[in-house]
């Protein structure tokens, strides 16, 4: 059974085996990442702190490219689906963060919120077919495919450096804190 905090986020287990403690982690930290940008309109999710271009809207499209880009096109060699389809990204390889600003906070949510399911389903059947073992079938330009082992730590990771920012730009915008 798993015990959800305050904030609506399940505590990982504390005593799982190396999946579930993966995974629980993982959504753990998207968790927290949903409860920062939270119930925030158009201007919240474009406020910046300090010199900084980051907004939480343009975490929650990247963060949503960085479920996509791992748990679909890294891991089963998938084209990148709408809207990253369309995109230019070597006239500006950081459009995710920056037409954020253009997009409505549902459809942000709503974008980041599929590629996470997306993802799971991603993971799951990775996971059936090979275990966290199962290497990516997309090689980097070295020639080397990361395991889903190394993916789904790289994710923790990738959530748990941006809910730091997440942190500041939140308590800016409101005065929101918290973990």
């Given at each position: ?10 505590e990982p ?14 959504d753990?930290?998207r ?9 925030l ?8 702190v300090?010199?900084?271009?980051m ?26 689906g ?13 459009w ?15 974008l ?11 993971v799951?059947?990775?996971?059936a ?15 080397q ?5 190394w ?22 915008v409101d005065?929101?804190?918290g973990?």
């Open positions: 059974m798993t015990c959800i905090d305050e904030h609506g986020r399940p287990p504390e005593a799982g085996d190396e999946v579930e403690t993966l995974l629980g982690f993982l753990y930290q968790a927290t990442f949903a409860w920062k940008t939270h119930g309109d158009a201007q919240g999710l474009d406020a910046r300090g010199a900084s271009t907004t939480l809207g343009g975490m929650l499209k990247h963060l949503a490219l960085v479920e996509e880009g791992w748990c679909s096109r890294a891991l089963f060699d998938r084209p990148l709408p809207p990253w389809d369309r995109v230019d990204w070597q006239q500006d390889p950081d995710d963060w920056h037409s954020a600003r253009l997009d409505h906070p549902e459809e942000l949510h709503s980041w919120e599929l590629a996470v399911r997306r993802s799971r389903e991603s799951a059947t990775a996971i077919e090979g275990g966290l073992g199962i290497l990516a079938r997309r090689r980097g330009t070295d020639g495919a990361p395991s889903l082992r993916i789904l730590c790289h994710l923790i990771e990738e959530y748990a450096r941006h809910n730091g920012h997440a942190d500041l730009i939140r308590e800016a005065g929101q804190t973990e």
